[in-house]
């Protein structure tokens, strides 16, 4: 089973840059789609950025051309850089796996346990 741990959230100004670090260990399958989901405080889980197997990202349009997914060459460390962050960025943040072929869902994924990120205005 595979297991995500989060990091790198906290606390910026309206316009701050974070970088949010997942460690991926226990996917038998390296190309293994992954994903990054907010979720602003009373709301659900919300997909911002994916990246699949063969290395495509996409992305919310909330967050289009401020969020880069990334991955390190082993593909054991996924990466969202979060940049001109906003107060409605605000929330905590997922790192998800697919289940088999599968792109992580919000109903539908192994999840880590979240790392909180805060923008103030």
């Known amino acids: 089973e595979v297991q995500l741990v989060e990091s790198g959230g906290g606390s910026v100004q309206n316009g701050g840059t974070l970088r949010l670090s997942c460690r991926v260990s226990g996917a038998a399958e390296k190309n293994r789609c992954l994903g990054w989901f907010h979720q602003a405080p009373g709301k659900g889980r919300e997909g911002v950025a994916r990246?699949?197997?063969?290395?495509?990202?996409s992305y919310a349009d909330s967050v289009k051309g401020r969020f880069i997914v990334s991955q390190d060459n082993a593909r054991n460390t996924l990466y969202l850089e979060m940049n001109n962050l906003k107060p409605e960025d605000t929330g905590m943040y997922y790192c998800?796996?697919?289940?088999?072929?599968?792109?992580?869902?919000?109903?539908?994924?192994?999840w880590g346990q979240g790392t909180q990120v805060i923008v103030s205005s």
């Open positions: 998800a796996a697919g289940i088999g072929s599968f792109c992580p869902r919000s109903d539908l994924a192994n």
């Open positions: 990246l699949a197997g063969d290395g495509s990202t």
